[in-house]
């Protein structure tokens, strides 16, 4: 079964970057597509962004410009750069991949933003 699992999360404050990564464990299958999505309090789970098949990336209006997503080229992990953190960036930042044609969520990460 596999499992994705989020590190790189924290506290920062207003301006600074962190990166993320997501790594799946549990099989050999390799994976090429790939998303972060958040959720803050009280909030809705919003789209962060995606990288899919050769390479194409998406963003969320709201990290267009700030936040990078990319691969490693072993198709285990995915990353997420995020600069010029602001304080509504603040949420738990989950991955998520496509395996055997279901979505497979990795348990989140913290990422605090303060002002």
């Known amino acids: 079964q596999v499992q994705l699992v989020e590190s790189g999360g924290g506290l920062v404050q207003a301006g600074e970057s962190l990166r993320l990564s997501c790594r799946a464990s549990g099989t050999p299958l390799t994976f090429v597509h790939w998303a972060w999505h958040r959720q803050a309090p009280g909030k809705e789970r919003e789209f962060v962004?995606?990288?899919?098949?050769?390479?194409?990336?998406s963003y969320g209006d709201s990290v267009k410009g700030r936040f990078t997503i990319s691969r490693d080229k072993a198709g285990k992990t995915v990353y997420l750069q995020m600069n010029s953190l602001r304080p509504d960036d603040t949420a738990v930042y989950s991955c998520?991949?496509?395996?055997?044609?279901?979505?497979?969520w990795g348990q989140g990460t913290q990422v605090t933003v303060s002002s």
């Open positions: 962004a995606s990288i899919v098949g050769g390479g194409t990336t």
């Open positions: 998520r991949t496509v395996y055997y044609g279901r979505d497979v």
